[in-house]
């Protein structure tokens, strides 16, 4: 199997932290870098001892800059500066150091003369029996490609010289990675993985603050891995992440991510070299077949708030269980479960998580156990894959149903085949039969909250277990500040429409007089639910006690500068309070209602045609109308 | 006078808050943000009506975007778009209108085509008594300088068609703007000011969530304004500010910085153009003469470690005050008051912010009332000038004492010559004269914490009332996440050595059980003294009990490697914990106190020769230390 490490500079925490995180999480090694170890109280003999304890091994030393110069002088002392270097790595028992491309200007830029700077430094570093990596970096004065770092390697041809590869410096550069397989795999002195989100700014500023693990941007990194396994290179992939988030987080949640993001990878580069040895490959994601219910958590104090609303888009009270403060709603084929409890070990949601929120996204899926083996694969813990106690159905192993933690507060339950009828026996059925409109077909999209510093882990957790595929994300500036949205697709499972379900990052802090909009009002989570006919739905909807946030009159007055819209069409959505978009593909109609709390609300869509979005350039007016509504 | 106008853009709330606070500010009139207007419930009229009462004029209406197009049956359908708007201005009394330059690529790129298409839409505005002020995107396809925007101005040379100006998109492209001397004020439609700290990124992005108020960032406008005000444009002075903090920050405190810019910067102007008409100036900046005390707030639970640290370091007891909570300590010239009160009223911080705190910078000057007359002309509100009721000095006329407030938790008192006499007055001095060493010699340079949403308007109040010049920022990262620290120097004043304040930037969200580091354990606020001779002093604080955190034996061992130091000096810094900095202009020691609380620390350093840093690369072996010390 393909070793795993990792930079301890990825991780926040003292180096003694890091170091459990790291074997914690499963990794086989890590890079040191460099100030972890000065800042450190560890000697190295007492690192190489923590190490070997914790069953890590030291992969790499680095980094080791400006070793060319023209100031030969100069050369001369940084000779100096590795030997030194050297010394430390034998204490550490460390047999490999990076050497990055000099960004200086006195950087040497006559290839010769740099390749045998580089051959000076491999003949010592030979003699010591330590390896030299050289790596360009993507703003490298003179090297500054992949290609050009393994020219002056070949060119050296010193046993003790090899190259580094790091995706980002390639990948950020646009450079095709595919001549990597041009490259000898022993020749690959090591290999630093990567990823980040596509951001127009100054390469280095990027690379030191956003970088992310494989899974959490948008660099083709499955193509990239491809290629450096076709070396035959037999080194560790190993994670080298620059992140101003994860500086701060949890260390060992960050920890278990980044492990996660190389199983992720392997899988990826394991789909397209079938056949091919030493990479790890999870059960394969089982086939899923739509949203069938959906839980909310009200407590006590929002279920009133939370019934009106349901019953005022057309849901109608179906039973209560037989057991907790649960009520079934129906519409359709729609299931929602109002969870009125105060014990928030039932309605899931982590304490302080503001109420009414989304628990719970149902899913049927015919083998709920394969879906189990595969999270257990990609490391999500047993904890989260069933919550045990309170909730009847997780008890009862016939409840068919494994619950997968997607954020703090919401799971995704996939729902097997006998799980309807544990569920219908776990509720008292309503003595009437109800008579319900159908006014709403399906789940269009579920927008959740989510705190900047759980964003990546969460669209990792949906990229990897659930392979969901993400959208471009937008950011949204309303008159309480600005919403980063990013949406991701599930698709290809069945018969049933893609869910879309859409993170909306919200500030982490809680209100005060100071930052009245820190809990974002007007709203974040929302359900959207589609439907056929959105005027004749709205329509309904009136004689049901629907009540809209107002649309201001001057949005259908701008709507007009910009659609050539039918004047009948426009003035039936400025009746109801309709909002509109649409692309080259098609169109979009949606209807609000008011939120629950600050924070919830439905929406009722309509798509015609192959409209992409989710209305996003509406939002700002949403919002407004929104706030005016007291939401 | 020059009157001022802002963005709705540039400010958080609804439409009506909005406007609510740039009236309160002082502003003369505001730019309607069209999609600040379309999200509004206000009519037209009614939102006109609102301007009215509220003695604000409606200056622009904006943006106008994409008119220009090589499809002529676009650029038709953008008139009858552009009469919409009219019709609109009409009724809002707006008589100008933005029209940017297009970024697509149906953009036209022939000159003459150009103007043509102005000039057709000069036409229409003209009959309607609107005047189009034409501006260049600095990321327009075809047009994107001002001095192209001007030729096409000048070329269509008609009378409803003149330019606009936007400081950011000249300045973001380095573009020189003595050019706009050459452009008749008469034919300058408006002015749009905005400021922008360096970053290397792309300008779209940069415009879009980063500008700032003039006096927050590093462009020159104060040459900018001087040009502009040359050419004789009698418009308003504007600004539109797209700021992603702005967008979340409170509403009033946002305008009332915005204004301040404002007068900040004619205050800039007017010192480059001696005898200018039509500019506002404030009182001049008085002189003043180095720091004289400090007071640290810490409350009954921390006065006993700050009273140990302070004796550790060479302060002695002196007195205590007659009425409070309030102790003297003295060491040399230098003054620092232990307040162990529990009213947060007298101990000044707001509820909420951690103790300790360095609540007070005294400074001695010759004239704190012409001081307090700066700082109203500057628009910082009375309440800010002088904390009324607890401090017994400052409800007495006698006390000599102007307080200003810079942060949420700390001011700067400037102490007349009666202060001292008011000050001796109010304190039982100890019995027992103080022997003292007289080790530190001055106050080097202060830190304070501050919150993200803070910065920005901390920079500016500090830059335009006490006229500090910024330094370049820097990013420390460390082991507990990454400081965004920004450093201001004081100078010009008298003989006293130049007052440094360091602002550093913590997130603002409290601790949490996953969030270990959200509050920076580590420090982020303290106090550096200097000294003369950093080895005798830190020799004779080991006499007095001086608890310093063990700096990492690691960092000496790689400090051979980066500096070319005497053994014996590399000894000495080892054996009492001295860091080392050094740049072309000289060198820096450094050497820490643990921490009181979480943040507060003190710091005794020495400079030799003109060293121009902090010791900021040494932050994250500090940080490491104190740390392991379990500060």
């Known amino acids: 199997m393909i070793r795993t490490s990792i930079a301890t500079v990825s991780l926040s925490g003292t180096l003694e932290q890091k170091l459990t995180a ?73 047999d490999t150091i990076l050497v990055c491309s000099s960004p200086l200007p006195s950087a040497v830029r006559d290839d010769d003369r740099l390749a045998a700077q580089l051959h000076g430094l491999a003949e010592r570093a030979h003699r010591r029996g330590i390896r030299v990596a050289y790596e360009a970096l993507a703003w ?32 950020s550069r646009g450079d095709d990675p595919a001549g990597i397989r041009d490259i000898p795999g022993e020749k690959i002195f090591f290999l630093q993985l990567a990823d980040a989100p596509a951001m127009a700014m100054d390469v280095l500023q990027w690379s030191r603050h956003y970088r992310k693990f494989p899974g959490q941007g948008t660099f083709d990194l499955a193509a990239f891995g491809a ?46 070299m079938p056949g091919s040895a030493g990479l790890f490959v999870p059960p394969a994601r089982p086939d899923i077949d739509g949203v069938v219910s959906l839980r909310i958590a009200a407590g006590p104090d929002r279920a009133a708030q939370l019934r009106t609303m349901l019953g005022s888009i057309g849901f109608g009270y179906a039973g209560r269980h037989r057991e907790h403060e649960l009520e079934l709603w129906r519409h359709g084929e729609l299931t929602v479960a109002v969870d009125a409890t105060s014990d928030t070990a039932w309605t899931a949601p982590a304490a302080g998580t503001p109420l009414p929120v989304l628990s719970q996204i149902g899913i049927r899926s015919a083998d709920p156990d394969a879906w189990e083996a595969r999270a257990l694969a990609l490391e999500v813990p ?81 990229r990897s277990v659930f392979g969901m595929q993400p959208n471009e994300g937008v950011d949204i500036p309303d008159s309480v500040g600005q919403l980063r949205s990013q949406s991701l697709t599930m698709t290809g499972t069945g018969s049933a429409s893609p869910l ?101 609300f439905f929406e009722i869509v309509q798509r015609v045609g192959d409209y992409r979005g989710q209305g996003e350039l509406n939002s700002a007016v949403r919002v407004a109308a929104h706030l005016r509504a007291g939401c």
């Open 22 to 94: 790291i074997a914690a999480a499963g990794f086989d090694g890590f890079e040191i870098f460099e100030p972890d170890f000065i800042g450190s109280a560890l000697t190295p003999a007492a690192l190489a001892s923590r190490a070997a304890d914790l069953g890590l091994s030291i992969d790499l030393y680095q980094p080791f800059r400006d070793l060319d110069s023209t100031d030969e002088a100069q050369y001369a002392r940084n000779l100096v500066r590795a030997e030194h270097k050297f010394d430390l790595m034998e204490q550490l028992g460390c």
């Open 140 to 171: 490298g004065a003179h090297v500054n490609t992949y290609r050009h770092a393994w020219n002056i390697v070949a060119a050296v041809d010193h046993p003790a010289l090899g190259t580094c590869l790091d995706s980002f410096h390639i990948l």
């Open 227 to 272: 290629h450096v396994h076709a070396t035959g290179y037999a080194g560790p992939w190993s994670l080298e992440i620059f992140n101003d988030v994860f500086r701060q987080s949890s260390t060992g949640r960050t920890a278990a991510d980044a492990h996660r993001s190389l199983r992720h990878l392997q899988e990826q580069v394991a789909t397209r």
């Open 382 to 462: 047993a904890h989260e894959v069933e919550l045990p106690g309170a909730v009847s159905e997780s008890a009862d192993p016939a409840a068919d149903v494994v619950r997968l933690r997607v954020t703090e507060a919401t799971s995704i339950d996939l729902r097997g085949p006998a799980s309807r009828a544990a569920w219908r026996e776990a509720f008292e059925p309503q003595s009437q039969p109800l008579a319900l409109p159908s006014l709403l077909t399906g789940v269009d999209h579920v927008a959740l909250a989510v705190r900047p510093d759980d964003w990546d882990g969460i669209m990792l957790r949906l």
């Open 500 to 600: 879309r379900i859409s993170l909306n990052m919200v500030p982490g802090c809680p209100a005060g007089p100071e930052h009245p909009t820190a809990i974002r009002r007007g709203g974040v989570s929302h359900v959207a639910f589609t439907c056929a006919d959105i005027f004749a739905t709205a329509a309904e909807l009136v004689t049901l006690g629907h009540r809209r946030p107002a649309i201001s009159a001057n949005y259908y007055d701008d709507l007009v500068t910009r659609f050539d819209l039918d004047p009948q069409i426009l003035w039936q959505m400025r009746e109801f309070g309709i909002l509109y978009d649409a692309d080259g593909g098609g169109e979009y109609f949606q209807l609000f209602t008011e939120t629950v709390g600050a924070d919830l």
